[in-house]
């Protein structure tokens, strides 16, 4: 087909740039027309340059140059459809004037006019440290006293950028803004590939990947509180082609909001990319005062041009230095007592359970729901979520006696709390119906018999902070907290408010407001960010927590997949993986795949045979000597359990001389196993490593040679096969370097 092109299709604002440097080791700033901002990481570059009306148009997304003055020529290269809006580029694309594809922001001023136009008025960057710096980019509406800045917040070395935007009202009377995104990127290429994620609960992080047809794909999430359940935030893009662990170009993204979200992705005319991705704008036209600044949440991505792989240890590694909670310090091993228990417990049946902990050899017991409510005593699901006094009946003498007997047995105490919640059958619910999301006209509808608290009201936020906040007053030796979430929102409707569609955005602001509240004060108790599952993981969330709780699911089998996949996008270290009953496979194969991140147990200990209790007392001390490798290194996946019959996973630590391999078997039909060596990653080809299987299940024996010594360079080009079959189904191997 001829492709339609016009004289004019060279935009004359590419002539005659006047290049912008940007200043790394000071604050520099730039205020001219015919600007050039690269926005610059060690190996991506977005270069933002402005016509001669000022307008502000992306002209380059893509692999760094050497030379920044080439940047200036890309656009020449492209003889595409034209741009018949002017702003089809544009790095924040407004709607209302010439806009004729989807917005990133859409808004109606004082005056009642929806038209909203954005031109470049400076950008500066600041350096914030050897490795981050912020280019903020001001633009302002030529008609309306309206204006927005763009933050790009670069990590360099990992490749890492956070988007955002300040909106900002200077007119008269309210604004409102129908649509926020967080960012706009724009991306030139053949083709584009999605991977998106989808499922429910216990079937968290099922992949789907397709090439994007012109026209809008959304990815969004209208839950509410546990807004990924259904499609998790978290996607990739590749350009050109598919990409794979280890080739392709493709860019991780996700949106840093614990709630409902949104992702447009644009196939337009000229073929390109648009990817505006921020807070959901459902239902959620928000006003903003005059003088009053509405900041979105951040849109993270990162970009590699080596594959997947490569791509996620970037922002794995990014996670542990500057977002996850704690992210280069160490873990707390555990036994919750949830699946042994249920509601059904009591101060002589924990005593029992912290023995167990102490006897398991891991740290802390968690104690999990069921031990509150009085009035409506927390016996089942049905009630008592809001009434967070120690159940009489259950417990006597209260937590600080059982913190007491836990320490006395070394063992440390973490508590289950759902502080965003109400059971109809409470007293919080009784006291304070207006502290509820309801719809007040209209019958309730619940989520697990239960109810949201309305945290866009500043008295419930105090209510939540002060429930967490007197527990650690009470009990100043609590070690742990597992802040669980398990409805979502029907029926949004807050009393405290007459602007319903503030609600879903106001809540998740609440939300946050509670959570830096609790880590000003609790700066360092670990806390798991859990939903039901993994309904609501995210980096918004995470950078108050310690670790997440990937699903409910803990079939070891199909815990396998779930982790790989959440692997592309969090660390290890933040990976709460639970030992349980759940599966068929053998003990070993489930202790070995918890193993491959924080691990923890939740099984009857005193139920175990004498042979089961000692491979788990071995396991947790093989897990001590090797976790700094799992939670701190880094992750090459090895083979995919989607497309073969052994998964493999290696974990390196950063000097290369010591690494973990996970091998299983994922296909139980006749005859299958690793009949073909698995290639490892990650090692020094020039080094010689020693290989040794470790975590055997006690009286059985490995098949593999004792000791034997291989380069790198052999276990990388050649492989080492692990030997598993159906009698072998995990294999667990410690590499290590010898001289
Ligand atoms: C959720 C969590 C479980 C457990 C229960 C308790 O489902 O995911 O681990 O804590 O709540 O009710």
Known sequence: MKRYSHPRIKPPFFKNPLLFCICVFSVCSVKAQNTDIPIETQNTALVLQTDRNNGPHIVYFGKKLKNKSEYDLVQSMYEQNMDYTGIANSPYTPAGSRNLFEPAIEVTHADGNNSLDLKFISAKTEKISDDISLTSVLLKDPVYDFQVTLFYKIYFKENVVEQWSEIKNNEKGNVTLHKFASANLYLQGKSFYLKQYHGDWAQEMHPEEEQITHGIKTLDSKLGTRADLFQPPVFMVSVNQSSNEDNGEVLLGSVEWSGNYRTDLELDNKNNLRIISGINNYASDYPLEPGKIFTTAKFLYTVSYSGTGDASRQLQRWARDYKLLDGNGSRLTLLNNWESTYFNFDEEKLKQLFNDTKKLGVNLFLLDDGWFGNKYPRNNDRAGLG???????????????????????????????????????????????????????????YFRNQLELDLSNPKVQDFVFGVIDSLFIKNPGLAYIKWDCNAVIYNAYHSYENNQSKLYVDYVQGLYSVLKHIRAKYPTVPMMLCSGGGGRVDYGALQYFTEYWPSDNTDPLERIFIQWEYSYFYPAIASSNHVTDWGQQPLKYRVDVAMMGKLGFDIPVSKLSEKDLAFCQSAVKIYNSFKNIVWHGDQYRLQSPWTNDVAAIIYVDSTKSSAVVFNYLVNNRYNTGSALPVHFKGLDANRKYKIKEINLYPGTHSTLKENAIYSGDFLMTVGFNPGVNADRPSVVLMVEEVD
């Open 387 to 445: 009434d967070w006094q120690e159940n009489k009946k259950k417990i006597p003498n209260g937590i600080a006696s059982l913190i007491k007997e836990a320490n006395a047995d070394g063992v440390q105490f973490g508590i289950w709390l759902e502080p965003e919640m109400v059971n109809p059958k409470s007293e919080l619910y009784e006291k304070h119906p207006d502290w509820v999301i309801r719809q007040p006209k209209r019958p309730e509808y």
